[in-house]
T-cell receptor, first 117, second 115 residues
Framework: DAGVIQSPRHEVTEMGQEVTLRCKPI?????LFWYRQTMMRGLELLIY????????DSGMPEDRFSAKMPNASFSTLKIQPSEPRDSAVYFC???????????????FGSGTRLTVV | DAKTTQPPSMDCAEGRAANLPCNHS???????VYWYRQIHSQGPQYIIHGLKNNETNEMASLIITEDRKSSTLILPHATLRDTAVYYC????????????????FGKGTKLSVKP
């Protein structure tokens, strides 16, 4: 398995532009998580899905952020309009319910480093 | 708020055991202890988890005190590649009725393995 795949690896955009981050979870995983990591705030959960349905989006910072999961193999995190304070590394992770406590844990992608100038 | 307390940093000599402590004095009966690590520029990686018994896998051992208020992650023979930030997390597993199917990361311990 190729693991959780995120694209792009790096994104540099100008303030005000729309940014779309993409994630392909591991096949068979029914949970998908979006995290953001900054030096100041560490790793923060933004939103998570179960069976493609958003379960908890309380971590989404504001209305400029939106996430979708149109099918089991794809999710997007969109920022519109982007601002310099959105600069961070965004991680996607996936897991399956019965696997979490059988030692498989969550599998994280390599992240997307977003820079908004 | 993170429910765990970890030292901000530790050093370990290559080849020696690395013992990373974690305090979780307010842990509840149905919460498990999980350990993840994050190597520079990579996503976090699951290491091990446990409820009350000591656990061991190919990566590490987890020792949980009898009162479950603290635990220690042991890397038996640390290598330079074990240099990372190690996170100790307590949570109720999703399939045991946990209301939050997520991991809440604190600041972790930055482990530096030195030659």
């Amino acid at each position: 398995d190729a693991g959780v795949i995120q694209s792009p690896r790096h994104e540099v955009t100008e303030m005000g532009q729309e940014v779309t981050l993409r994630c392909k979870p591991i096949s068979g995983h029914d949970y998908l998580f979006w995290y953001r990591q900054t030096m100041m705030r560490g790793l923060e959960l933004l939103i998570y899905f179960n069976n493609n349905v958003p379960i908890d989006d309380s971590g989404m910072p504001e209305d400029r952020f939106s996430a979708k999961m149109p099918n089991a193999s794809f999710s997007t995190l969109k920022i519109q309009p982007s601002e310099p304070r959105d600069s961070a590394v965004y991680f996607c992770a996936s897991s399956f319910l019965s696997g979490v406590d059988r030692g498989y844990g969550y599998t994280f992608g390599s992240g997307t480093r977003l820079t908004v100038v | 708020d993170a429910k765990t307390t970890q030292p901000p940093s530790m050093d370990c000599a290559e080849g020696r055991a690395a013992n990373l402590p974690c305090n979780h004095s307010t842990i509840s009966g149905n919460e498990y202890v999980y350990w993840y690590r994050q190597i520079h520029s990579q996503g976090p990686q699951y290491i091990i988890h446990g409820l009350k018994n000591n656990e061991t896998n190919e990566m590490a051992s987890l020792i949980i005190t009898e009162d479950r208020k603290s635990s220690t992650l042991i890397l038996p023979h640390a290598t330079l590649r074990d240099t990372a930030v190690y996170y100790c997390i307590v949570r109720v597993p999703m399939n045991y009725g946990g209301s939050q199917g997520n991991l809440i990361f604190g600041k972790g311990t930055k482990l530096s393995v030195k030659p």
